[in-house]
């Protein structure tokens, strides 16, 4: 890429909801601009932008991807975020690293559900907004009707630039409502560009009318813009255009532009919009920096001390690990060498690159805002802060969600187990969001994602590069066992084996004790009837049982345990022999004091529309769920609040996506474990003890 002058970097984040476009446009602009020779298709590989084999089996963007180009003097890093909701934090690490966001709306579809949580995430970052309508010219298309979805979506602000001519297979071109112009294009050309035309008739009146309420919602933020207009002084397209730049640039004006990326119409002007509306980053929010315990302000400046975080992390088959880095502060050059914070080791940048999907482009240097790629770091991971010698400081990683749905997968080939571990903490490298443990208690591995597709597409990775094949099971609930009475059992474990031989006897009592309590051992032991020494081998004897499990296999809680008595003999009582009498005497005593099934119940927070509150709340009573109270969101949305077991969380990612349309979000956490109801717990199956 050639040397552009200083501050010309911007960096836009494409985001909406899932096939709205968003891709086809990134790629429409790169091939305009030269970047690339043809326009790619994500069904075949061939798209610079989704090039990874699971986005072209399922023709759709599964992460982050970055592509470099130029135009008018400006360095355009365009983000293509997925639109999917498993992949929602892909575009929240996309609008952090952006000066602006293009929401890509399908003219068809009109707003979606993602692209009310995108815009929802980038007012909270103050980010400025522009919104492309896409798909103008397909069938059922209408411009209108998405306008005024737009509108009632995200308020007053909105604001048209341009009207279509023609609709669907008519759709020609626009009108520039800042010009008074018509723009129309040959779309039997190989790459479209407007060329100016005369305004149709039939468009006369309502382009007079859309473009007097333009200009009157642009002036209106600058006072000697609105006395001119007041005396009948309409100020010219450039000036409006400055006056337009300040509104987008302070987050109270979104321009709305219109076209169809597949038929490349209207990509031009919007490549023009984004280098002459966009702030550049030295008008962003500074960066939240810790040092010394300490947070401060750093400024996108690239004459400050460099500065960068580590954003998203790819191993590439051939180059290996390439680690993707926001330039905070600074310019970085080849070889220039960085102090990661988080390990305090040494990292030489030797060759920076500028992305474009799947290739790369050597670069020379790289400013305050750009993003940068780099190969073969050390152990540099996504969320690392990489900063000048000298300089202690970190930035706080972006914080992924919690996951919400989760799989138990086993290798197909036995003794691939550790095989399995180290590929998926590879991937958990890519993947912040993707979480790995191995659950010692029902013996299974378990990935835990943001749904089915994520976690579907986590396998398939696993299995392209890495080789691993695994199966799913079923995933185990980790019951418990208590009990409800109390009761008493006498353990003797005698054995003779010929000289010394085993003896004894321990007299136990099993109640139960509070939710949570988890184990009490209390010795009554008087007179010597087991030794001092011994009465800790009958406590780690119940204590081994206890966690081997009760009448249904499942382990032990909440139990006060009371050794009352028993007998020993002076030759052959041990350790063992009394290790073995506790267990003995344990199992017994718990057999007669009431035993039930205990079941792990999640504390669950369903954000959602308030119009959908009726029909979450019935699911949840349908899930056994107790529901504890109900709160209204920043946003308007109904929070719901309760207790819901476990065993009815299994698949409930999925479910209330289909039963919200995707409009639901909802985290789960354990909060504590309640009696199984005696009708449930009857048809469970004994936990196996292999």
């Not at 050059?333 to 030797?350: G, I, K």
């Not at 208590?482 to 136990?508: I, N, P």
């Not at 035993?595 to 959602?608: A, G, I, N, R, Y």
Request: hydrophobic share 40%; aromatic share 4%; net charge negative.
């Amino acid at each position: 890429m050639k040397t552009l002058p200083p501050g010309s970097v911007r960096t836009v984040a494409l985001v909406g909801h899932g096939g709205a476009g968003k891709t086809t446009l990134g790629e429409a602009l790169l091939l305009l601009t030269g970047a690339i020779s043809r326009l790619g298709r994500v069904d075949d590989g061939s798209a610079a932008l989704d090039f990874e084999p699971e986005e072209a089996k399922r023709h759709q963007s599964l992460g982050l991807a970055v592509a470099a180009l130029e135009h008018e003097e400006h360095k355009l890093n365009l983000v293509d975020t997925p639109g999917y909701p498993d992949f929602a934090h892909d575009v929240a690490v996309g609008l952090s690293v952006a000066d602006a966001a293009v929401f890509v709306v399908s003219a068809t579809d009109g707003v979606q559900p993602g692209t009310v949580r995108a815009w929802r995430l980038a007012a909270r970052r103050h980010l400025p907004r522009l919104i492309f309508v896409n798909k103008v010219d397909r069938e059922h298309a209408d411009f209108q009707a998405t306008l005024d979805q737009l509108h009632e979506a995200f308020g007053s602000g909105v604001a048209p630039l341009e009207l279509p001519i023609g609709n669907e297979a008519s759709f020609t071109g626009v009108v520039d409502l800042l010009t008074d112009t018509a723009v129309v294009y040959d779309r039997a050309a190989p790459s479209p560009i407007g060329r100016e035309a005369a305004i149709p008739d039939d468009l006369g009146e309502l382009e007079h009318r859309v473009r007097e309420a333009l200009v009157e919602g642009i002036v209106v933020a600058e006072d000697s813009l609105m006395e001119r207009y007041l005396e009948g002084d309409v100020p010219g397209a450039k000036e409006l255009e400055a006056a337009l730049a300040t509104g987008v640039a302070d987050g109270t004006v979104f321009p709305v532009l219109l076209g169809s990326a597949a038929a490349l119409v209207g990509v031009d002007r919007l490549a023009s919009y984004l280098c002459e509306l966009v702030p550049p980053p030295s008008q962003r929010a500074p960066v939240e920096v810790v040092a010394g315990g300490q947070a401060q302000p750093v400024r996108f400046d690239p004459t400050g001390p460099a500065l960068a975080r580590v954003v998203r992390t790819v191993s590439d088959a051939h180059v290996g690990k390439v680690s993707l880095l926001q330039v905070v502060s600074g310019t970085l050059h080849p070889d220039v060498v960085l102090v990661n914070s988080r390990t305090h080791a040494e990292e030489r940048l030797h060759t920076l690159l500028a992305p474009r999907g799947k290739d790369q482009d050597v670069v020379q240097a790289a400013e305050a805002g750009d993003l940068v790629a780099v190969a073969r770091l050390g152990d540099v991971r996504t969320g690392d802060t990489l900063a000048s010698k000298g300089m202690p400081v970190s930035i706080p990683p972006l914080t992924p969600p919690e996951p919400v749905y989760t799989i138990a997968v086993r290798p197909r080939s036995k003794g691939d187990e550790d095989k399995l571990m180290t590929a998926l903490h590879r991937l958990q490298e890519e993947d912040s969001c993707l979480a790995v443990t191995r659950s010692d208690e029902t013996r299974q591995t378990l990935l835990s994602g943001m749904g089915d597709t994520h976690l579907q597409v986590v396998l398939e990775r696993l299995r392209r590069k890495f080789g691993v094949e695994v199966e799913a099971e079923e995933l185990v609930v980790p019951y418990r066992e208590t009990v409800t009475g109390v009761a008493e059992a006498e353990g003797k474990y005698k054995k003779q084996t010929g000289g010394h031989g085993q003896y004894g006897v321990a007299t136990l009592r099993v109640a139960p004790i509070g939710r949570g309590e988890g184990f009490r051992f209390v010795d009554q032991v008087v007179g010597g009837a087991i030794p001092r020494q011994f009465i800790p081998a009958v406590e780690k004897g119940v204590v081994e049982a206890m966690a081997q499990g009760g009448t249904s296999g499942y382990p032990v809680v909440d139990v006060e345990v009371t050794c009352l008595d028993g007998k020993y003999h002076p030759v052959d009582s041990s350790e063992l022999s009394f290790k073995m009498a506790g267990a003995l005497a344990f199992r017994e005593a718990l057999a007669k004091a009431g035993p039930v099934l205990l079941e792990p119940v999640s504390q669950v927070e369903v954000t959602v529309p308030a119009s959908l509150q009726g029909d979450v709340l019935g699911d949840l009573n349908a899930r056994r769920g107790r529901v504890l109270r109900t709160e209204v969101a920043d946003e308007g949305d109904q929070v719901i609040v309760a207790h819901v077991p476990a065993a009815e969380l299994v698949r409930y990612a999925v479910d209330l996506r289909s039963l919200t349309g995707a409009r639901a979000t909802f985290t789960a956490r354990h909060d504590h474990y309640e009696v199984v109801p005696s009708h449930l717990a009857s048809r469970l199956p004994a936990r196996s003890s292999g």
